[in-house]
C-alpha cells in the first residue's frame, strides 16, 4: 500500500503507488519480479496533477495503495487534497470515500487515471510540493516521469528507507529539459521515498488547502468574534458603572442632613404636609424599600385619624376596630385593602383578639396592593411587567440566537451572535441588580428623611392650641414607620385634647378625660406592636 501526506514545505505532490515515473532507462540486467508500477505525472499550468499510473501484479499478489485526501501537517494544522477524473482500466478499482483515495488491483495490468488537486505551495522565492510515498507491500519496481510547466523544477531532496533510517535516493534526476526521472528497484513494505521539488515562483497557481484545525469551525475565535466580545465586555463594564452608581445613589438617599418644615402656616392656623402628600404606609416602603408590618400599621392609624375607624381600648391587650366612615374614592387601592383586611363588608366591628384567628387577615393582599400603588404613582420600578429593559434585552436575546444560527450555517462568526445574546441575557437581568425606587422614588425619599427630620425637631409650642391635635394626629403616622412614635407623643405630652372643645382624641376612645398625652403615651406603643403582629406573615411581594 502506498499512503501520501503533507511534508513541513508544503504540497504533496500525490502520485501513485509508485513514484513519478517515465520510460524506464535501459538496463541490462533482468527485470526484477513482483509488483512493477510504471507513472507518468504531468504538473499542468492550473496546478493540478495529472496521473496515468500502470500496475502490474503478478498472478500470486495483490495491490492496494491508499491516499488519504486529509494529512495533519502539525498539531493545529490540516491540509486537504481532493481527487477528481478517476478512470481504472483493466482488473483494477479506484475510490473515493471518507478522506481516502484508494487504488486495487488484482494479478494482471490495470491502469488508473486520474488528478490531484490542491498541491502547490509558494514559498520564499520559490514554488514547492512534496511528495511521500510509503509502501504498503513489497515494490519490485517503480518508474516514474514528471513533467512540470517549468524547466527550471530542480530536486530539493530526496529519500528512502524507514522513517528515521534514510538513505539518499539512487537513481533520481532531472534532465535540461525539465523533466525529472525517478527508478527504483525492491522497495520493501515500509519503506518510504521522501520527494521536495521546486519551481520557480509563479510557475503555476499556488491551491494548497491548508487549515488550521483549532478553527472550531463556525464557532471559531475570529476578528469580528473578538470584536464583538470586545463590545460586549464594554457594554457589561457600563452596565456594571450603570448598576454602582444607581446603588449608591439609592444608598445614600436615607443619608444627609436636609430638614423639610412639616408645617404649613396659613395666618394664624398651623397644618401638617406630607412632600408630594405622601401617605404612612408609601412613605414606609419607599424608606427601606421593603413592605414591613409597620408600614400597615402606620396605615391603620392613619385610617383612624382620618375618621374611617375608630380606635377603642380594651383593657391593656385588645382593641376594638369601629367603622365610623365607608371607604370612598379618597382611598387609595392599598388603603382600601387594609381596611377590608380589618372591616370587611358586613363588619361593623372588631378586636384585635379576633383578628387573631388563624385566617382571619390576609396580609398578602394588602402588600401587593402597597407595592403596585407605588408603581402606579412611579415611585416604584414594575419588577413583574414588561419593561424596556425586558423588551430590549428580549430582542437582543432572540436576535442573537438568530444570528448564532444563520452565521453557522454561512459565513461563521458564529460566536458574534452568541455575543449578542450574552448581551441580551445580561439586559434582562439588569433591574434585578438596579435600585428597585425610581428616580422620583429616591426624590421622595430624601424629602421624606427631610420631613422625619423636621417632625424630631418640632415643638407642641410652634403650634397653636386649637391645632395641636390635628398636627399631632396627623403626624403621629409618620413617625410610627420610623419607630419613633414615643418621641412625638413626648414632644406633645402636655398636649390638651379638650382644647379643641371635644374631650379627647378624636380618634382613640378611653382617654376622654385626660387633659394630656401622659397614659397615651404609655398605652399607644402596644397597639402598635399588637397591628404589626397582626401582619407579620407573608413575604414582600416586589422581591
Not at 538496463?27 to 502490474?56: F, N, Y
Not at 473578538?226 to 452608581?245: D, N
Not at 402588600?367 to 414588561?386: E, K, M, P, Q, Y
Not at 410652634?462 to 412625638?488: C, H, K, Y
Request: aromatic share 6%; net charge negative; with cysteine.
Amino acid at each position: 500500500m502506498l499512503t501520501f501526506r503533507w511534508g513541513a514545505l508544503g504540497a504533496l505532490l500525490l502520485a501513485t503507488a509508485g513514484l513519478l515515473a517515465t520510460a524506464p532507462i535501459a538496463h541490462t540486467q533482468p527485470a526484477p519480479t513482483g509488483v512493477s508500477i510504471i507513472a507518468d505525472l504531468k504538473l499542468s499550468r492550473e496546478g493540478v496533477l495529472e496521473v496515468v499510473e500502470q500496475v502490474t501484479v503478478p498472478q500470486d499478489g495483490t495491490f492496494r495503495m491508499s491516499l488519504p485526501l486529509r494529512l495533519k501537517v502539525s498539531d493545529d494544522v490540516e491540509r486537504h487534497f481532493k481527487v477528481t477524473d478517476v478512470d481504472t482500466k483493466g482488473a483494477g478499482t479506484a475510490t473515493v470515500a471518507n478522506d481516502q483515495f484508494t487504488i486495487e488491483a488484482k494479478p494482471g495490468e490495470s491502469t488508473f487515471t486520474y488528478s490531484v488537486h490542491n498541491l502547490v505551495n509558494d514559498a520564499p522565492g520559490s514554488q514547492v510540493f512534496n511528495w511521500l510515498g510509503v509502501m504498503g507491500t513489497d515494490i519490485a519496481s517503480i518508474s516514474a516521469t514528471l513533467i512540470s510547466p517549468s524547466f527550471e523544477m530542480g530536486i530539493v531532496d530526496c529519500k528512502l528507507g524507514q522513517p528515521g533510517n534514510t538513505r539518499p535516493c539512487a537513481d533520481v534526476m532531472t534532465e535540461v529539459d525539465g523533466v525529472l526521472h525517478l527508478e527504483q528497484t525492491d522497495l520493501k513494505k515500509g519503506e518510504a521515498i521522501d520527494l521536495t521539488l521546486q519551481l520557480p515562483p509563479g510557475s503555476v497557481p499556488s491551491n494548497a488547502d491548508v487549515r488550521d484545525t483549532s478553527d472550531s469551525g463556525p464557532f471559531a475565535i475570529t476578528t469580528p468574534v473578538l470584536i464583538a466580545f470586545g463590545v460586549l465586555l464594554l457594554a457589561l463594564a457600563g452596565m456594571a458603572a450603570f448598576v454602582l452608581r444607581a446603588r449608591r445613589e439609592n444608598a445614600a438617599a436615607g443619608t444627609g442632613s436636609e430638614t423639610l418644615d412639616p408645617l404649613v402656616r396659613d395666618g394664624e392656623r398651623v397644618q401638617f404636609t406630607s412632600p408630594d402628600g405622601v401617605l404612612p404606609g408609601e412613605a414606609g416602603l419607599l424608606l427601606d424599600e421593603h413592605v414591613d408590618p409597620v408600614d400597615i400599621a402606620a396605615t391603620v392609624v392613619d385610617l383612624a385619624v382620618r375618621r374611617y375607624i375608630w380606635i377603642t381600648p380594651l383593657g391593656e391587650t385588645d382593641w376594638r376596630l369601629t367603622r365610623v366612615n365607608a371607604p370612598d374614592d379618597q382611598l387609595r387601592a392599598y388603603e382600601k385593602a387594609v381596611y377590608a383586611a380589618l372591616l370587611p363588608d358586613g363588619t361593623d366591628a372588631v378586636t384585635i383578639t379576633e383578628l387573631r384567628a388563624p385566617g382571619r387577615v390576609q396580609s398578602g393582599p394588602v402588600r401587593a396592593a402597597l407595592v403596585a400603588d407605588a408603581v402606579t404613582r412611579g415611585t416604584f420600578s414594575n419588577r413583574r411587567g414588561l419593561g424596556p429593559a425586558t423588551w430590549l434585552g428580549g430582542a437582543l436575546l432572540v436576535g442573537g440566537v438568530a444570528a448564532t444560527i444563520a452565521l453557522a450555517l454561512t459565513s461563521g462568526h458564529a460566536l458574534v451572535g452568541v455575543a449578542i445574546a450574552l448581551a441580551g441575557v445580561a439586559t434582562l437581568l439588569l433591574p434585578k441588580y438596579l435600585p428597585v425606587r425610581t428616580a422620583h422614588g429616591l426624590t421622595l425619599t430624601r424629602q421624606i428623611r427631610a420631613l422625619q427630620r423636621g417632625l424630631e425637631s418640632t415643638r407642641r409650642e410652634q403650634v397653636p392650641p386649637l391645632d395641636q391635635e390635628t398636627v399631632f394626629s396627623r403626624a403621629l403616622p409618620f413617625m410610627v414607620i420610623g419607630g419613633r412614635a414615643d418621641n412625638w407623643i413626648r414632644a406633645f405630652r402636655d398636649l390638651n385634647p379638650s382644647a379643641d372643645s371635644q374631650p379627647g382624641l378624636y380618634w382613640f376612645g378611653s382617654f376622654d378625660r385626660d387633659r394630656n398625652l401622659q397614659r397615651f403615651a404609655g398605652h399607644f406603643p402596644f397597639f402598635i406592636t399588637a397591628l404589626e403582629g397582626l401582619f407579620a406573615k407573608a413575604g414582600d411581594p416586589h422581591r
